[in-house]
């Protein structure tokens, strides 16, 4: 068995409840000569209910040196229109370019032998980074990306799936687009054509009401919008044109209008057809949370009832 928290924060606060707890139960222990041996009890109660923080896992630990690994091709859109902060999280809104970020982030993270590619696009089509494993490297070039790194404005959808499924080699099986999206005004026009060993994904990102595209500060520090004769403009997802792409490609949909839509998107990336191609059982370690649940609630339970029997004594 492991524990997979590796944030050291957490570590802390669990070390702190295992201090705590097993000096309050020492003072009550030594405040009567009675031997309370039941609160032992209570004790290893909290130590099982803070070790849920720690996120235990058991079994074999997968073989991942000889396993082929997939091979995801991530695809950001970087136009202006991704700067709109209409995804919530946690009661605030966050921008449309922030939640892709951290969608394509975890996804990397995700342990595996996967080699992922970046790409970005506007109205052009940019390849930032080949496929690699150097997580480190993927993520320092992912958080510094935005609408500066094109030059031409707008949101070409079209081109973006047809360059990324040509970056791929020819020895291509069964690999992955991603595509992360807001649709813009007009998706473009480029001819697309389905790949018979790529599949592909595009998450629509931002909501159908929008909101309005910053544009920096003025001299006064106060935020600036995109406008048009007069009137703030107002972007929402294009929902229809991205799915009107994605039918060309045979390819799927999926949407994000707030931060919990993530996990679902990241089981179905992880879940999709491609990834089959993964020798690695990834559920070889089992979430055994429930288990030390269960035995702090035992334990708590013989506690209550060692307790009242000693008080009737």
Known sequence: MIFTNIHILSWILVLAIFIASAYCCYQLYV???????????????VVFLASVLLWPRWGIKPDMSSAEGLRISFVLDVSKSMNVEDIQT????????????????????????????????????????????????????????????VSVGGTNLSLAIGESIKNFPDDTK???VVVLTDGGDEVGTA????????????????TEKGGYIPEGVNIFWERQYASYQGKRVVSSLNRSGIQEVVSKVWGEYSEITDT?????????????????????DHTARRDVSWVFFLLSAGSFFVYLLSFVVWKRK
Do not use: C
Not at 264 to 278: D, F, N, P, Y
């Open 31 to 45: 405040r009567d000569t009675g031997k309370k041996w039941f609160l032992l009890a209570l004790f290893f109660s």
């Open 90 to 149: 946690w009661g605030t809104y966050i921008s449309r370019l922030s939640a892709a970020k951290s969608l394509i982030s975890t996804l990397v993270h995700t342990p595996s032998n996967n080699r992922s590619a970046l790409s970005v696009f506007a109205g052009e089509y940019l390849e930032i980074l080949p496929f690699t494993d150097d997580a480190d490297v993927y993520m320092t070039l992912l958080w510094g990306l935005d609408s500066r790194n």
């Open 174 to 176: 069964k690999w992955l």
């Open 260 to 280: 919990g839509d993530m996990e679902s998107i990241v089981k179905q990336i992880l879940s999709s057809e491609a990834t089959s191609l993964l020798e690695i």
């Open 191 to 206: 001819h697309v054509e389905a790949h018979p060993d790529i599949s592909v994904l595009v998450v629509g990102v931002g």
